[in-house]
């Protein structure tokens, strides 16, 4: 037996529905690529993203829709970070053979653009990687970046300016950005 939904029921669950549907289409592929700076299998990320989505429609007391994308982002930053300490665990522990074969999957790497900076972002500390991934991946302002992790505008710019610092200028501003002046 269904619930009984009455008229303002429904009308609220279906402008839910689009503003939901207008959120996935406005921001799945960049939250894909924010996953993709930490993980290495587009499958990983697309399941975390996915995860992402599914817990945002399922949240009683959802953020307001200027806030949703920041809230998004924090979600797949914080899943992301999980599965990546379960691997770490993982690597750690002698659960296979050496030498035995690596499934497909793992041994599938992501098409990124410039490899050598994907892998000396993954080098920073933590939080430095997080801030020049969302400046120069999602091309974030410093005050959406400052929402999405929960840190000052202050904090976000001293972790660009020393991130910047440490990859030597591999991920020089081109101008649009706001970030570390």
């Known amino acids: 037996m269904t619930p009984h939904l009455d008229n303002a029921d429904t009308g609220v669950a279906a402008r839910d529905e689009v503003e939901l549907v207008a959120l996935y289409e406005a921001h799945y592929?960049?939250?894909?690529?924010?996953?993709?700076?930490?993980?290495?299998?587009?499958?990983?990320?697309?399941?975390?993203?996915?995860?992402?989505?599914?817990?945002?429609?399922?949240?009683?007391?959802?953020?307001?829709?200027?806030?949703?994308?920041?809230?998004?982002?924090?979600?797949?930053?914080?899943?992301?970070?999980?599965?990546?300490?379960?691997?770490?665990?993982?690597?750690?522990?002698?659960?296979?053979?050496?030498?035995?074969?690596?499934?497909?999957?793992?041994?599938?790497?992501?098409?990124?653009?410039?490899q050598h900076v994907v892998d000396r972002l993954r080098a920073l500390p933590r939080r430095q990687m997080e801030v020049l991934v969302l400046r120069f991946w999602l091309d974030q302002s410093s005050s959406e970046i400052a929402d999405t992790l929960g840190i000052s505008l202050g904090s976000v710019k001293t972790h660009a300016r020393r991130?910047?610092?440490?990859?030597?200028?591999?991920?020089?501003?081109?101008?649009?950005?706001?970030i570390g002046g």
């Open 163 to 178: 991130g910047l610092a440490a990859l030597g200028g591999d991920l020089a501003p081109t101008g649009s950005g706001d």
């Open 29 to 114: 592929e960049k939250l894909i690529g924010l996953a993709a700076v930490l993980l290495d299998t587009r499958e990983a990320c697309e399941d975390i993203v996915q995860d992402a989505f599914a817990r945002y429609w399922t949240l009683r007391r959802r953020p307001k829709p200027d806030r949703a994308p920041a809230y998004l982002r924090s979600m797949v930053l914080n899943r992301a970070r999980s599965v990546m300490r379960r691997r770490q665990v993982f690597q750690r522990l002698p659960l296979w053979p050496s030498g035995s074969a690596t499934a497909a999957g793992e041994l599938a790497v992501l098409a990124v653009e410039q």
